[in-house]
């Protein structure tokens, strides 16, 4: 029998609706499942697969946090060192930050086995539930040796992501998930999983996360915008600013000046952009003012990247790398 680690965190996957049809509000129901009711049902989803499995938090994604995340990393870690021949690990896993947790993980997993983030679109209880299916597939990908050395993963709708490109494409729709690169692969009806690209990039530092890292903070460029969220993001004391930059990755004119002065000031300002394709390069009128870019990574993983990147003490440049070689 393979052996394959789950670890609960909540999420759709784990709630319970009021109908068959409850799709949208089934949040405010108050039903989340522990793993004892969840493993049951995940337990003979592929044949040849023991479960070792383990509680961690039964709460939606909206509330999880950079001390979920770090704990969650100690979970698994001990997971490995208790069962050192499981072939992956399953973390099931709300939708709305699913992209943001796995791509933490991802810079911080010190194992060749792949851990793998599931979720799903409707709860389990409900008309068309795709929760059995993405757990389904999520078994077979955490079996799967061209997935060991990749770090974090992502499966949602039978598709399997590369942590540093996966994003939520949509709301409720079951294929809400999507990269503008392309899948790594897809788990078929019989439960194969057939790779389809191998990730261009391998970067992956494993940084130690610190358990309070500096505040980096993300705003948005839009028409007309000034620098009052500079200064509002200053004062909360961040340490970066991440900006989601008008594309091609510049932001507004009147923001312009309080994120300069801000850079200068020892404030780390990166540009990601808007867009969802297609990289922010480093430009030579933001080297001159000390801004960095964020290459191909969106502003949420930009972000993650830059809290451990300066918790290590990072210098600029070392930083400037990381984030172009992340993607």
């Not at 896993?93 to 992209?99: C, D, K, R, V």
């Not at 503008?180 to 439960?191: E, K, L, N, T």
């Not at 809290?307 to 440049?317: P, Q």
Request: some cysteine; proline content about 6%.
């Amino acid at each position: 029998m393979t052996k394959v680690g789950l670890i609960s965190t909540g999420g759709t996957i784990a709630m319970g609706a009021r109908h068959p049809f409850d799709w949208v509000d089934y949040g405010d129901s108050g039903i989340v499942h522990d793993m004892e009711v969840l493993l049951p049902q995940f337990q003979n989803l592929l044949p040849g697969i023991t479960l070792v499995s383990q509680s961690f938090r039964s709460l939606g994604s909206v509330s999880i946090s950079w001390s979920d995340w770090v704990e969650l990393l100690s979970t698994a870690n001990a997971m490995v060192e208790k069962t050192p021949d499981l072939a992956g690990i399953v973390v099931t896993h709300g939708t709305a930050t699913l992209e943001e947790t796995v791509f933490f993980l991802h810079l911080t997993w010190p194992h060749a086995c792949p851990i793998i983030l599931v979720g799903a679109q409707r709860p389990m209880d409900t008309h068309g539930s795709d929760a059995l299916g993405n757990m389904r597939a999520a078994l077979a990908a955490a079996c799967e040796p061209a997935l060991r050395d990749l770090g974090a993963i992502a499966v949602m709708n039978s598709t399997v992501f590369h942590a540093p490109d996966v994003t939520k494409g949509a709301n409720f729709a079951l294929n809400a998930f999507e990269s503008p690169v392309g899948p790594i692969g897809q788990v078929d009806a019989a439960g194969q999983v057939n790779i389809v690209r191998r990730p261009a990039a391998h970067y992956r530092p494993k940084f130690s996360p610190v358990s309070i890292p500096p505040r980096v903070d993300i705003m948005m460029s839009y028409s007309g915008s000034d620098g009052c969220a500079v200064e509002a993001f200053r004062a909360a004391g961040a340490k970066a600013i991440v900006v989601a930059a008008l594309p091609p990755g510049r932001c507004a004119s009147g923001e312009r000046a309080a994120l300069v002065k801000a850079a200068k000031e020892g404030v780390t300002v990166i540009f990601a952009s808007r867009a969802s394709r297609d990289r922010v390069p480093v430009q030579d009128y933001n080297v001159a003012d000390g801004i960095l870019a964020a290459g191909c990574l969106a502003p949420h993983k930009a972000r993650i990247l830059a809290m451990l990147a300066l918790s290590a003490e990072y210098t600029a440049e070392a930083l400037q790398k990381a984030l172009l070689d992340a993607l």
